[in-house]
């Protein structure tokens, strides 16, 4: 499935401020792609929210298990005039100074952000379903002795990762790159971020080093690579952008979502989903902890919230750490 993401090709760097806005030619090559999505059945609904707007869906492709992700795009400002020019309008109701309209704007100003993971894993379908959440509280041997083998045992897939540092896969979307190998990293829009408006700005540095996991296998020996991605990367979006260091920022999550070194970029007028205090850790504290402690983080206590059904959350319990 083409989402509008890996249609549009990067805008120049000469045209910072620019996003992308037309996602609307996409004949030939996508076609057949595309057509996978149209072959989607749904099953069930996993989860949907009419705040955020969005639906995740199970079903199948061609008898593959999948999951779809709709979720409905930001109103941007500067198509404003076309839609007030071009839409077709359908009076609801009138009373008094009030009235509403069923307001139908082209197809091109009304698109739905699509994601679909094909073929989808039982943790896929599990990762959207609502559960119950805890706390947990990982010491420095909770994690040598739980969680390190938990993940170690998991053998989560990174080839995604992999394929972006290999330029393998959206090697057209990254904004930055610093090719060095120890301090050295890829920047490039998270798969959250449709890239139509700066609001929800979401961009990922993935480090090229393949050694470290998270933020537990941080030292002050990674300071560097921490400041370089700090310095680099900011410089980067605000060039690319023109978004500046104070209206970003930057962290890394723990537990990540993968175990693969990433810092997370986003705009500090978006509350990102995992921006709150029990994940994400800002990557100045982070730097500074390190600079105080160059083993901080083998040592601290980290708390993080696991979902009911996390196989992590089963191994604390029968640790009889919950
Ligand atoms: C993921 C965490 C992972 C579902 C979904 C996303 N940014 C990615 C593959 C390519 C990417 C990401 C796992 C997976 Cl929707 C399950 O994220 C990705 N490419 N976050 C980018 N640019």
Known sequence: MATSQDRDAREPERDAKRLKTD???????????????????????????????????????????AVVILEKTPIRQDTLPEIFKTSTLRLEMRNDIYSTFHMQPPSHLNEIKTTVICPATEKHVKKYLHQEIFLIEESGDDYRNITLPYISSQSFSVQWVYNILEKKAEADRIVFEDPDAHVGFVLLPDFKWDQKQLDDLYLIAIVHRRDLKSLRSLTS????????????????????????????????????????LHVHF?????????????????????????????????????????????????????????
């Open 23 to 65: 996602a609307r030619a996409a004949p030939g090559a996508e076609a057949a792609r595309e057509s996978r999505v149209s072959a989607f059945e749904p099953q069930r609904v996993l989860r949907d929210s009419a705040r955020e707007k969005n639906v995740f869906i199970h079903g199948k492709i061609d008898d593959q298990e």
């Open 221 to 260: 020996d990674d300071l560097p690579l921490l400041r370089n991605i700090r310095e680099k990367g900011l410089e980067a979006i605000q060039k690319q952008y023109c978004v500046p260091p104070c209206k970003l920022r930057v962290y890394l999550h723990y537990q990540p979502s993968y175990y693969h």
């Open 266 to 322: 986003t705009s500090l007028d978006y509350e990102a989903p995992g921006c709150g205090v029990e994940r994400a850790h800002l990557l100045s504290d982070v730097i500074q902890n390190l600079e105080a402690d160059s083993s901080h983080y083998r040592h601290r206590s980290l708390s993080f919230a696991l979902r009911a059904d996390d196989a992590l959350l089963l191994r604390f319990r029968e640790a009889g750490k919950l």
